[in-house]
């Protein structure tokens, strides 16, 4: 399957049986996104994890009893 960055645009080709081809034909909303920008993106976030300046909102999660 051949499959377009959306970031810098690169079309690369990821085997037709990988989960990720078949969450991107059956699911449009998902977007490809290379390993190089992936890992730019993961060492950005990174640091601004370690400047002190940057918080990352994620839900609480709720313990049900039941």
């Not at 399957?1 to 690369?12: G, N, Y």
């Not at 449009?28 to 290379?34: F, L, N, Q, R, V």
Request: charged share 35%.
């Amino acid at each position: 399957m051949r499959v377009k960055c959306v970031l810098c645009d690169t079309i690369e080709t990821i085997p037709d049986e990988s989960p990720e081809a078949k969450r991107l034909r059956n699911r449009p909303i998902h977007t490809y996104m290379c390993a190089p920008c992936h890992e730019r993106i993961a060492a950005r976030t990174n640091e601004r994890l370690a400047s002190g300046n940057f918080r990352l909102y994620r839900t609480k999660k709720d313990n049900d009893d039941f």
